[in-house]
């Protein structure tokens, strides 16, 4: 049976209570980390090692950077080559892990170890009375073959393949690394990978409760078409540029 080390990476910047909770989502997990690696990208003030290694009993990480990137690109390929375990998976720091998360993930690497793993989502924030559920991206446990039905599925249809709580091989995401200049880093990460046949596996379970916030582009359709431009560009230079239907037009000025 093939050795599982898992490493979660938690990519910070400007939320030092956010942070905390999000840690001590991972030091609650029934499969405990192996490592956790923080990722500050120049906040003021920034992260102290002391007070992450009170929040876990795993061994903490930290890795400030001076200034900020403009992105968490950078930074989370950064925390990816300070990982010294087998796999990993990802949380921003506004983000908490569900109990069971980590576990789900390993039982899908135990059986597909090159697996890109990932949940669904609960939604929370101010404002927000009750948690709403977020599915994401359902898949038949099979290859996602092919940039354009991914590209559809995933950004066209809304349907979502949510970073925070995936996961996979450390070896991959070293040889894929995220591209620091696409608005949509994750987005343009999966469909890499779906171009190059890699498999994917849906859990059927929720591994985050996600916090929304004023200015969230995961929270408008709008933002999410607009910032698809750089993938289009990448990904899909022969498709025909996508246009508002003539509903959303009348609802809006009629």
């Not at 490592?35 to 903490?60: H, N």
């Not at 996961?167 to 995401?173: A, N």
């Not at 359709?221 to 540029?241: D, E, T, V």
Request: proline share 6%.
């Amino acid at each position: 049976m093939t050795s599982i080390s898992i490493a979660v990476i938690v990519c910070h910047y400007q939320q030092l209570e956010q942070l905390s909770q999000g840690l001590r989502s991972v030091a609650c997990q029934l499969r405990i980390a192996d490592q956790i690696v923080v990722v500050d990208d120049g906040s003021v003030p920034p992260p102290k090692q002391a007070d992450l290694d009170k929040l876990c009993s795993t061994p903490v990480t930290l890795l400030l950077n001076q200034h900020n990137h403009g992105g968490p690109a950078i930074p989370r390929n950064q925390a990816i080559q300070a990982c010294h375990c087998s796999h990993l998976a990802f949380l921003d720091a506004d983000d908490i892990l569900l109990p069971h998360t980590l576990e789900a993930l390993e039982s899908v690497w135990r059986s597909h170890p090159s697996a890109i793993a990932y949940g669904d989502q609960l939604c929370w924030g101010a404002g927000i009375k009750r948690p709403f559920l977020q599915h994401a991206l359902q898949s038949p446990g099979d290859r996602l073959t092919g940039s354009r039905q991914l590209y559809d599925q995933l950004l066209m249809g809304g349907n979502r393949l949510f970073l925070s709580g995936s996961g996979g091989p450390t070896e991959l995401f070293l040889s894929h690394p995220f591209d620091p200049h696409q608005r949509w880093e994750d987005y343009d990460l999966w469909l890499r990978l779906a171009q190059s046949g890699h498999y994917f596996q849906h859990t059927e379970r929720i591994h985050t409760l996600y916090r929304l916030q004023h200015g969230s582009r995961s929270g408008s359709k709008r933002a999410r078409h607009r910032g698809c431009q750089g993938i289009q560009n990448n990904h899909l230079q022969s498709r025909p540029q996508w246009r508002w239907p003539l509903w959303y037009w009348k609802q809006r000025f009629l």
